[in-house]
């Protein structure tokens, strides 16, 4: 009796382990808001989308009703770059300004490059932020980052000290899907409003590469 207790009991413990494996496995994670949003920046890649200013502060005036296009020019794993051209006249652009969209460990960053026409970097260069929070997938916020408090302040711009972006993309196969491109200051910093809206119904064809490439 004793003995066939003794079977059944290292029975029991060899099967356990068994029973452990044959479990199914968790699933993959469910993808973050920031992963779905960098996902449906990725589905740009190549392309190029006009678009136009939508807001209408005094301090835009000179952007009002000008053609503008935006390029998913190079787009890696971690990195989407844009290039944002604005019409100055029939056969002139300026095209000193790219978007860089990054994965870091802590989210998404924003960051702006400006280039001068004979390629040469603008003094204020490289600002932008990083989300504080998941967003959605249709919009990031990259409030502004101490390193580009500090080259504000160093170069008059007090005024930018509390900017915010913001980047806004349509879910895909909408036949009214936008790309958004915004900033933001509070009352307290003048209520800055610049937003700048691009047709995605519709490619346009891919401009020339920006200043300095």
């Not at 020019?73 to 844009?82: G, H, K, T």
């Not at 051209?85 to 652009?93: R, T």
């Not at 610049?194 to 519709?202: A, H, Q």
Request: proline share 8%; net charge negative; glycine share 8%.
């Amino acid at each position: 009796m004793n003995k066939s207790i003794l079977a059944c009991s290292a029975a029991i413990l060899l099967c356990t382990p068994l029973a452990s494996c044959d479990s199914s496995p968790d699933g993959p994670p469910e993808p973050s808001p920031q992963d779905l949003f960098f996902e449906r920046m990725s589905l740009l890649c190549g392309k190029a989308y006009a678009g136009i200013l939508v807001s209408d502060q005094e301090a835009d005036a000179d952007m009002a009703g000008k053609p503008m296009i935006m390029h998913a020019a190079a787009c890696d794993l971690n990195e989407i770059q844009i290039p944002f051209h604005i019409a100055e006249g029939p056969d002139s652009w300026d095209r000193s300004r790219t978007w860089f969209i990054t994965r870091s460990d802590q989210g998404l960053r924003l960051k702006h490059r400006h280039r001068h026409e004979d390629g040469s970097l603008d003094d204020v260069t490289n600002y932008g932020g990083d989300t504080v929070g998941e967003g959605t997938a249709g919009r990031q916020e990259f409030p502004v980052d101490a390193e580009s408090i500090a080259s504000f302040k160093a170069n008059g711009l007090d005024q930018s000290v509390t900017n915010v972006w913001a980047v806004e993309i349509s879910p895909p196969g909408q036949s009214d899907a936008k790309f958004a491109y915004e900033l933001r200051r509070p009352e307290t910093s003048g209520g800055r409003h610049f937003r700048v809206e691009f047709d995605l119904s519709s490619p346009v064809p891919a401009p020339p590469a920006p200043w300095g490439s």
